[in-house]
């Protein structure tokens, strides 16, 4: 289950934070990798949660949504693209919540705060990695797109803190979470929370000057330490039954 939830998670963070890249900055190949991406995330849920024995109706339809997707981004403009491609993004949002749901117990409003805050965290820094690699494959293109996807993932993990802030704040949890698991806590929040706030600077210095190549490894880094916040976050999550 928490496996299908970070799969998923992932998958919709990359897609619904793809427009902000810009098809006419990126083109339509790192559209296309971002539809097999996200709809090999999607995929490999499908199979966690069949192996788990669970439902495996959300991911089946994330997939075909996908390929959906994927099959008609070479007309834009044409009714079906722009359906597909609607309800494929509340659809991710939507499963995310529901999968947040699931996996941790927690209410449907909590779900939603932290299966939000994580899909905008996953995604910015996933979309700004996967952009700073595209800058190797394009050459002259415009850097504004890897500007704007620095500033969101710091928008992002600033609502992740106050997410995160807000569950501990809730009778009990401070101590069961903190106290209780706290080697995995403070390791959630010192690679998860922490970590993509002190590695601000150094991808927007890079950034800055256009050099995509040292942002890309900086980006590596801060992936790695939003994933394992993330995968720590899902099991203390299903322990607090809050997004923490």
């Known amino acids: 289950m928490l496996l299908a939830l970070f799969l998923i998670d992932t998958a919709a963070g990359l897609y619904v934070f793809l427009p902000i890249v810009g098809r006419r900055n990126a083109g339509v190949k790192f559209y296309r990798l971002i539809y ?3 709809g090999a995330l999607s995929l490999g849920a499908l199979a966690a949660l069949a ?16 390929v959906v997707v994927y099959a008609t981004l070479g007309r834009p403009k044409r009714l ?12 991710y949002v939507a499963a995310g919540v529901w999968q947040w749901h699931l996996a941790t117990g927690a ?11 994580s899909i905008a965290l996953l995604g910015s820094v996933n979309d700004a990695m996967l952009l700073g690699h595209w800058y190797l494959v394009v050459r002259g293109m415009s850097i504004d797109p890897l500007k704007r996807l620095t500033h969101v993932t710091l928008v992002a993990v600033i609502v992740r803190v106050i997410v995160v802030a807000a569950s501990l704040a809730m009778p009990g949890t401070w101590y069961e979470i903190a106290i209780r698991e706290g080697i995995f806590f403070w390791m ?5 929370l922490i ?8 991808v927007w210095g890079t950034v800055k000057i256009r050099s995509t190549m040292a942002a ?7 992936v790695v330490a939003v ?13 607090a039954h809050l997004p923490v």
């Open 195 to 202: 970590g993509p706030i002190a590695l601000y600077p150094m």
């Open 216 to 222: 890309t490894g900086i980006l590596y880094v801060d």
């Open 51 to 66: 192996l788990a024995h669970r439902p495996v109706i959300g991911p089946a339809v994330l997939v075909l949504l996908t």
């Open 107 to 117: 209410s449907l409003p909590w779900s939603a705060a932290g299966s939000i805050a």
């Open 227 to 239: 994933v394992i916040g993330e995968v720590l976050a899902g099991w203390l999550s299903a322990l």
């Open 36 to 38: 097999i991406v996200a």
């Open 188 to 192: 959630r929040a010192g690679w998860g």
């Open 80 to 91: 079906t693209f722009r359906v597909s491609a609607a309800l494929l993004g509340i659809a």
